[in-house]
């Protein structure tokens, strides 16, 4: 692969006591292009993100990430909300993860915590009511309020999270991680829960995402009619390495892949998970 | 047992709903827990003998009474659910009463305020009632405090007074030993107990839940032994007495000449003290009020609520959970602080007595009664926790009886507290309360 990648993943290691879970994997993430990551279940998909996104410390193995302004950052020297702070990483949740009882908007908020606690001086500004504060208060529900347009929740701005319907409460996520100002966003099974017509608007959705905001995305996936549609890269996992990657088309054809989906040859995926121990 | 037999009342027999077996099955079995729990509480009663032998006596009448209550109750409960049809959770408080209670609920807080600040006029001359007030109203501002550590971080705090005696005894000693005046001593007070916080919290980060309830019942306990250990700074358990009165800008409130009675020209009162009191501990409350409703609109308290609500998301969005933590104990401390040296000053004497788990549990009491993070539900849990506990003192040694069955029947009631609902912080059309059910306790 060639380009100009925001995020490489080189060796990734990661144990569990004996189970190793992601085995000497390595791949490149382009800029401002949409790249899935999928494999049956148990694949070990999860646990990578969790490693990019600093839930868990990799056993080895580097993850760089390379800013538009060219500033590289080794993800896995960081930690714990450094990473969506810093290095601008934000994801979402294969089971949602909103603040259920904070209104949609307010949810959106939160998401501005670090710009927001800035903007009020450490709490000390907008304690006093400084103007500077209102501003930026102003212009973060702005933000907020724009997000909600797009997703279109706008009517339902001051319901409770929790209260909305699954597939608004997936889009507020992505809503959500999208006011961090973000980098790279990581979606951890998007489409998970929703029918054919929310998958499409989802995937419209996230195209409309990288045209406009110029994001870097990274997803993981089973719903194949999404990955297909709006992939530019495809990378497969099966028992924890990476079996093939390419192109949505090439990925589709290849025999190792159709293998590990439908588990036809079992001595093969023995074989596999054998060879990377 | 002749308890359970005498008072089926006639309205079980008559029933013919198919349930009235089990009605009555219900309602033995409540007898029977009933007789099992009271036959020594009640049924027995001893006492030591003038030579200090054990000299007991039955009571088997009174726990007959007592049994053939709980048997006709429990029908009399029964029926009543019958009578007012299936019952689902919406139903518990119907519709039409909760919108009349959200309707009052609008009107409660101002008039409440009103009402406070007239208390000192409507009551100048009753000693009594202005001392229950100012008592009232500590309660109410460490509920407040509190109220940010438990009702908006989430963080399971067992031992706030720890912060309040630090702020008393900060005060106490700076004013006895340095003569610091009150007002400079009481914001330093609430830095000293805000220190405190965030020394409490750096161990306790991990910790969720019911093991950060246990640290934190610790710590309230530790600073209570170092204070009656440690005798040549704090006097032990004799505490620290002379603890010199707050002063009106310098100006005594004494009897003497250069007192404020004697430089107004007016004659003096013991009351004038209380009044003054009164209204500090008033602005205090307010105060602490005031920050928390301006925090919680504010980045820092809606990252505390984010907490409370999932911690991990929280860290998603780059939110860093432990200053953010450590905030919501500093705060929260510092109000404690706050109220523990003007409790110094009002008493002026504390001794490690006045700081035990038992105030603890009160203030957490308190906060848990009026609803996580209402700010009106801990004011009107504070006033019935202190004031209705005051309001039973006639009852002698049924008052705790009374209260704690009152206190069990408002927890079935509104399991959520007064005030259960939370109030968005920031709208675009319209601020809609949230139901409680959405929002989370918080796991530590």
């Known amino acids: 692969m060639s380009g100009d990648p925001i995020l490489s993943v080189d060796r990734l290691s990661m144990r569990f006591g004996g189970i190793v879970a992601v085995n000497d994997l390595s791949f490149d993430a382009e800029r401002r292009k949409i790249t899935a990551l999928i494999g049956p279940n148990g694949a070990g998909k999860t646990t990578v993100f969790n490693c990019i996104t600093g839930f868990y410390k990799p056993t080895s193995g580097a993850i760089g990430l390379t800013h538009d302004d060219g500033r590289a950052i080794r993800l896995e020297r960081l930690n714990d909300f450094r990473i969506a702070k810093l290095a601008k990483v934000a994801r979402t949740f294969q089971n949602i993860r909103l603040f259920p009882g904070m209104t949609a908007l307010e949810n959106l908020m939160v998401a501005q915590h670090n710009a927001l606690m800035r903007a009020s001086g450490l709490t000390f500004l907008g304690l006093i009511g400084a103007p500077s504060w209102h501003h930026a208060e102003q212009a973060a529900i702005d933000l907020a309020r724009t997000w909600l347009e797009r997703i279109g929740l706008l009517d339902r701005a001051d319901d409770a999270a929790g209260n909305l319907p699954y597939g608004d409460q997936r889009r507020l996520e992505i809503a959500r991680a999208m006011c961090t100002q973000p980098a790279l966003l990581c979606l951890d099974e998007p489409a998970a829960g929703l029918n054919a017509r929310e998958s499409a608007a989802l995937s419209e959705l996230l195209l409309s995402i990288r045209a406009d905001q110029g994001a870097s995305i990274l997803l993981i996936e089973h719903d194949m009619s999404v990955v297909m549609q709006i992939s530019d890269h495809v990378v497969v996992m099966d028992h924890g390495v990476k079996i093939a990657e390419g192109t949505p088309r090439e990925v589709r054809d290849d025999p190792k892949v159709i293998a590990a989906y439908l588990g036809a040859d079992e001595e093969e995926a023995i074989a596999v998970m054998e060879s990377g121990t | ?444």
């Open chain 2, 1 to 444: 047992m002749d308890g359970r037999s005498v008072s089926a009342p006639p309205a079980a027999q008559t029933s013919r709903t198919p349930g009235a077996a089990f009605i009555l099955k219900k309602a033995l079995i409540s007898a029977f827990v009933a007789l099992v729990l009271f036959s020594l509480m009640i049924g027995v009663r001893t006492e030591a003998g003038p030579q200090g032998q054990l000299v007991y006596w039955t009571r088997f009448d009174d726990l007959a009474i007592m049994v053939a209550a709980v048997f006709g109750g429990s029908i009399l409960v029964e029926l009543l659910r019958r009578w007012w049809g299936p019952v689902d959770t919406v139903r518990v408080v119907p519709p039409s009463v909760q919108s009349a209670l959200s309707l009052a609920g609008r009107l409660v807080a101002p008039v409440l305020l009103v009402f406070t600040f007239l208390v000192p006029v409507l009551f100048y001359n009753e000693r009594y009632i202005l001392d229950l007030a100012i008592l009232v109203l500590t309660y109410v501002m460490l509920g407040w405090g509190l109220n940010v550590v438990v009702g908006l971080a989430g963080l399971l705090d067992l031992g706030y007074v720890a912060f309040y005696a630090v702020g008393a005894y900060s005060y106490a000693l700076l004013a006895t030993n340095f003569g610091l005046s009150f007002w400079i001593c009481l914001p330093l007070a609430g830095i000293l107990a805000a220190f405190w916080g965030v020394l409490l919290g750096f161990p306790v980060l991990r910790l969720r839940g019911d093991y950060l309830a246990i640290v934190t019942l610790a710590f309230g306990e530790i600073i209570r032994l170092v204070l009656i250990n440690w005798q040549t700074l704090t006097g032990g358990p004799n505490g620290v007495t002379g603890i010199p009165r707050p002063t009106l800008f310098g100006i005594p409130l004494t009897p003497a000449d250069d007192g404020l009675a004697a430089l107004l020209g007016i004659e003096f009162s013991p009351t004038h003290r209380i009044v003054f009191l009164f209204y500090i501990i008033l602005a205090l409350a307010l105060l602490t009020n005031w920050v928390t409703i301006r925090l919680r609109r504010l980045p820092l308290g809606r990252a505390w609520e984010a907490l409370r609500e999932d911690e991990v998301a929280c860290r998603a969005l780059g939110i860093n959970t432990t200053t953010t933590k450590l905030t919501a104990f500093a705060t929260g401390a510092l109000f404690g602080g706050l109220a523990g040296a003007f409790f110094a000053t009002r008493q002026g004497f504390i001794s490690p007595e006045s700081f035990t788990f038992h105030e603890s549990a009160l203030v957490l009491a308190i906060v848990v009664l009026g609803g996580m993070g209402s700010q009106l539900g801990v004011a009107l849990a504070a006033l019935a926790m202190i004031g209705g506990f005051e309001l039973f003192r006639g009852l002698d040694q049924y008052r705790m009886l009374v209260f704690g069955m009152a206190m069990v029947l408002l927890m079935i009631w509104r399991p959520r507290g007064l005030v259960g609902h939370r109030a968005p912080t920031v709208f675009l059309k319209r601020s809609q309360t949230i139901s409680s059910d959405l929002v989370k306790e918080g796991h530590g």
